[in-house]
């Protein structure tokens, strides 16, 4: 089942927070995050595996807790070059000993001065 | 220097041509996909593919079809394009690789996308 994602779509002033949750029905081996600018490719931010880790990159960090199947990813002071659609992957046993990726629907940020 | 390569990036067609869209990675990764992807809409998988002659249909249904003869190469070929196939289509690889002798990550690298408009 495809991961749920929220907001749909966040406008932010320049130096502002925002939150992107990612949940799932089904019991996720890992999380992936992905931001993609307007016409452009998706372009990985980081992973969360099981155990509940948490991760940063610069000022963007994200959380899973695995119990909830449920991940957070976290904007802090915002700066213009965040807007982008953000795209969260939610990976889990699909048999045979391998796991599918499976994206969300997107949530489009966008910055403003 | 290691990256994913698609070709043609842009695309115009008219209906019932034949097309092929090429995808080419020198990771030397085993695993290569196809997203189907509207302008600001989600990512929707097409096919997918775990190691040479290994390809598997994807989440949406797609007329299209792939093949898998070389771990770099991962074409998709349309027999007979329609307007109902316009859309950018985005090329994947990615591999497994252990993290910590317990977690194994598997973090999916894209290329540029081929934007189709079919006629």
């Known amino acids: 089942q495809q991961p749920v994602q929220s907001p749909q779509a966040v406008i932010l002033r320049e130096g502002e927070d925002a939150v992107i949750n990612c949940s799932s029905s089904k019991a996720l081996y890992s999380v992936h995050w992905y931001r993609q600018k307007h016409g452009e490719a998706p372009v990985f931010l980081m992973i969360?595996?099981?155990?509940?880790e948490q991760k940063g990159h610069d000022k963007i960090s994200a959380s899973f807790n695995e119990k909830k199947q449920q991940s957070s990813l976290y904007l802090t002071a915002s700066q213009l070059s965040y807007s982008g659609t953000y795209f969260c992957?939610?990976?889990?046993?699909?048999?045979?000993?391998?796991?599918?990726?499976?994206f969300g629907k997107g949530t489009k940020l966008s910055v403003i001065p | 220097e290691a990256d994913i390569y698609q070709t043609p990036r842009y695309l115009v067609i008219g209906t019932g041509k034949k097309i092929t869209l090429e995808c080419s990675q020198t990771m030397g990764h085993d695993k290569m996909y196809w997203y189907q992807q509207d302008p600001g809409m989600e990512l929707h998988l097409i096919h997918y593919s775990y190691g040479v002659n290994s390809t598997e249909k994807g989440d949406l249904s797609s007329e299209s079809t792939v093949s898998r003869i070389r771990t770099e190469h991962f074409p998709l070929t349309l027999e007979s394009a329609r307007p109902s196939h316009t859309s950018q289509y985005l090329c994947?690889?990615?591999?497994?690789?252990?993290?910590?002798?317990?977690?194994?990550?598997?973090?999916?690298?894209f290329g540029p996308g081929t934007r189709l408009t079919v006629l």
């Open positions: 969360l595996l099981k155990g509940g």
């Open positions: 994947a690889s990615s591999t497994i690789r252990g993290l910590a002798g317990r977690h194994y990550i598997d973090e999916q690298f």
């Open positions: 992957g939610t990976a889990a046993y699909s048999g045979a000993g391998s796991y599918q990726l499976t």
